[in-house]
């Protein structure tokens, strides 16, 4: 082999070496957030690093990647071990969700508000067992499937050691600053990436939950890609209120087109959209004000 020929063949086996190695770590987008022998004081592995997609998700969770999924999964990576003195096995799950509202809402279709919330990533909360939170665009479950966990606290470490790993942001919403703020429940912000008040035709809702005495109602927010989407999703839904409950002869002079209904279920609803966007009020009885309220949250949005 001439020395030419000798130096291309050891370029090209740099170069794939290069490329394999570049081909390994992809397939290991979250292998920062894994806690291995040594990376924390008294962990130990008891079951190393295994590495899902979207595809293979369901080998892991079986029915339950179906919310994971309709949220936009990406790679998910799931370990355990043990944090002496303490004997018991403890799970980090983390989902990279492609964004942080895809990771906020899966978080926020998981937790309740009376649960105990704790400082850790964006938000987070602790149960006898475990310890959940989003930051940025990931969602990070650390638990432990002991029959009765003795205690919650190595499990809080280790969800903050991993908190510590991801550099990122916390990530929170800005959307959630235009709803009103009156009556409103605390840790009830949600969002929905599919089937928006049952309907498979609006997409991307971001909601509160409010109660006044005895009422309780939402408002909502929901992002098209684009003007046409948004008015073919009102029209839609307009229409789903004609056919199964009652649209009201008011109109509503806000945004570029507006309704009002009313459903057994949810009682008077105003909704109206501009531009890329649709609000709306559900079950909150008062017109005049709803409308106001909505007319101030699309002012905002445009």
Known sequence: MSRRMSALFVLTLILFSMVAQSAVFAT??????????GGMSGFVTVKKAAWFRPESLWNYINGGALPYLDYGVGDVVTYSGKLAPHEFEIVVDIYDMGNNRSAFGIYSSERFPDYDYITIGAEGYRTEN???????????KVFSNAPSTPTVEPVERIARAVDK??????????MFELFPKENR????ESFTSKNVLGQDFLTNGFSVNYQRGDLEYQFFILEADNRDST??????YRDFIGEYGKLDKRKPKIGDDAFVGNEDWYGLMVFARKGRYIVGSVGFPDYNPAVQYLKAMLDRLN
């Not at 475990?130 to 990070?140: G, L, M, P, Q």
């Not at 429940?185 to 009830?188: A, I, N, Q, S, V």
């Not at 008015?231 to 839609?236: R, V």
């Open 28 to 37: 290991e987008p979250l292998e920062d957030f894994v806690i291995r022998d």
């Open 130 to 140: 475990a310890v959940c939170f989003w930051k940025d665009r990931y969602y990070v």
């Open 165 to 174: 790993r991801i550099s990122a942001d916390a990530g929170n919403l800005s």
């Open 185 to 188: 429940l605390p840790r009830t």
């Open 231 to 236: 008015a073919e999703q009102l029209g839609k």
